[in-house]
């Protein structure tokens, strides 16, 4: 068997299929509408809102954490353009983004950026003593998406307004310098968050420039935690003659996290079982 006659490297289903989304880009993009649904059906009540909202004081209450989280998958119910806008750059930039990172590490980075620009506003709210603030709305962690597309294809060519060619650093520099001038001009008319957005962005860089990533970090510390817990499997003896199955067992699991999480996650030993394999199947097709 042929290292794309595998299941998942299968294209053959023919027809209307009706099915999930299988990017985690678009899983967003609908699980973020699915939300705004709820939202404006509770409108009258606001209990979605404002349970899932974040509020700078939100860790007198601990069992609130999760609002760092929750309050980027709400937006504003008073005007269609706040989801428009965060869904069409989410999915404008975060399709190849998802393709360089991977799924897996692409949904870390994103949900790391809500929580970082989540806590950079919390800080400056609370330092301006802005106590009965609330934030909501996917825009920290666009806008980090937008910044990290920016960083790895500085040279490709977008339109600002749908009319203005320009290359991506240059669109990064403005959104940048428009979110820092919104954050000092302090005018108290603007119900825009612009520390957040630069929270993303800073969390951006770091991440191209450091590879720093809280998410992966809180990801690799429960797999290891779940790894220990775990019972240890019975011991099996492969017999000489199983060992063509064995090896295809770990091709499939290779590739399958190729598929996951991008060709960038894979150890040595793993690629030097893949090139071993590619021989091996070359050799029995010759």
């Excluded at 001038?181 to 969390?203: I, M, P």
């Amino acid at each position: 068997m042929g290292l794309y006659d595998r299941d998942y490297e299968r294209n053959t289903q023919v027809g209307l299929q009706l099915s999930a989304p299988q990017s985690v880009t678009m899983r967003i993009v609908a699980l973020t509408g699915c939300v705004y649904l709820l939202q404006v059906m509770t409108e009258q009540s606001g209990w979605v809102t404002n349970t899932l909202a974040l509020r700078p004081l939100w860790y007198q209450e601990p069992w609130k954490f999760f609002q760092l989280l929750s309050y980027g998958f709400l937006h504003s119910t008073q005007t269609f353009e706040h989801i428009l806008l965060n869904m069409y750059g989410l999915w404008l930039f975060g399709r190849d983004i998802e393709r360089k990172l991977g799924r897996k590490e692409f949904l870390t980075f994103y949900l790391s950026a809500i929580v970082i620009a989540g806590l950079v506003w919390n800080l400056a709210t609370i330092a301006e003593k802005g106590f009965l603030a609330q934030l909501i709305g996917a825009s920290g962690g666009v806008v980090a998406i937008t910044i990290l597309y920016a960083l790895y294809f500085p040279h490709r060519t977008i339109l600002f307004m749908f009319v203005f060619p320009m290359p991506m650093w240059v669109l990064g520099c403005i959104i940048v310098l428009m979110d820092a001038f919104g954050a000092t001009a302090r005018t108290g008319t603007s119900n825009v968050a612009f520390v957040a957005h630069l929270g993303g962005a800073v969390f951006a860089l770091a991440y191209y420039k450091l590879g720093w990533s809280p998410g992966r970090w809180l990801v690799g510390r429960l797999s290891g935690v779940s790894s220990r817990i775990k019972l240890q499997p019975k011991l099996r003896i492969h017999e000489p003659d199983e060992r063509g199955t064995a090896t295809d067992q770990q091709v499939d699991e290779i590739l399958q996290k190729i598929q996951e999480q991008g060709q960038a996650s894979l150890t040595r030993r793993e690629r030097r079982i893949l090139e071993k394999a590619s021989k091996e199947y070359q050799h029995k097709r010759s």
